[in-house]
Each structure stands twice: as C-alpha cells, then as structure tokens.
Nanobody
Framework: QVRLVESGGGLVQAGDSLRLSCAAS????????MGWLRQAPGKERTFVAG????????YYADSVKGRFTCSRDNAKNMVYLEMSSLEPEDTAVYYC??????????????????WGQGTQVTVSS
C-alpha cells in the first residue's frame, strides 16, 4: 500500500509556471507507474500526465503537451509535475495517483489504485 501527498498548488496568473510535488508518506512508489489527473468543478476527473516505473517513458494529454513535464525521483520517493504557460483552463484540483507496474493505460482513471488528496491549482486570466 502507498499513501500519496500532493503539494505545490496555488493561485497564479495566466502564463505563470508552477511545480507540483507528490510524496509517498507511506510505502514506496518504486514499483508503481505514476500519474497526474485533474478535476475541474462540475467535470469528470481526467488524465494529465503519466510516467513509467523507471521514468523513461512519459505520457501527456494533448491539452498539456509541450507545457507540462512529469518526472520522478525513485530514490526520493517523489513525483513531480512541472507546469508552464498556465491557462485559466488548467484550473482544477490536481491528483497524484499510483498504478500497478503493468496493466491498463495510465490515461484511464480507473487504472489507478492509490490516490492523493489533491492540490488546488487556480489560474487567473
């Protein structure tokens, strides 16, 4: 079992950058594929970015490709989401999640077994 804690959210202006962090407070992420998903008010939770166990492969939603970068440091038990050129449409609660080392696509929310509590990102225009 792994317990995930996100941090780094906040209120920023359009065009700004922000880095989200995800720490495993219980357990280790070493053997998990990891992902970032977000949920805007009144909308479903959707995939943002994912990363393989080794960190060698990353995946992004089309809406954030080229602006967001997902990375991990297994030695530190951490996952990151670097966000740049933020837009008001990026406003949402961002969740860090862990999925088994193999299986369904990271783009599918039901793939994930463990979730953090989420961190709010608000982008003003």
């Amino acid at each position: 079992q792994v317990r995930l804690v996100e941090s780094g959210g906040g209120l920023v202006q359009a065009g700004d950058s922000l880095r989200l962090s995800c720490a495993a407070s219980v357990g280790t992420i070493t053997n998990y594929r990891m992902g970032w998903l977000r949920q805007a008010p009144g909308k479903e939770r959707t995939f943002v970015a994912g990363i393989s166990v080794s960190g060698g492969d990353t995946y992004y939603a089309d809406s954030v490709k080229g602006r967001f970068t997902c990375s991990r440091d297994n030695a530190k038990n951490m996952v990151y989401l670097e966000m740049s050129s933020l837009e008001p449409e990026d406003t949402a609660v961002y969740y860090c999640a862990a999925a088994g080392s193999f299986g369904s696509s990271l783009r599918i929310p039901s793939t994930y077994a463990y979730w953090g509590q989420g961190t709010q990102v608000t982008v003003s225009s």
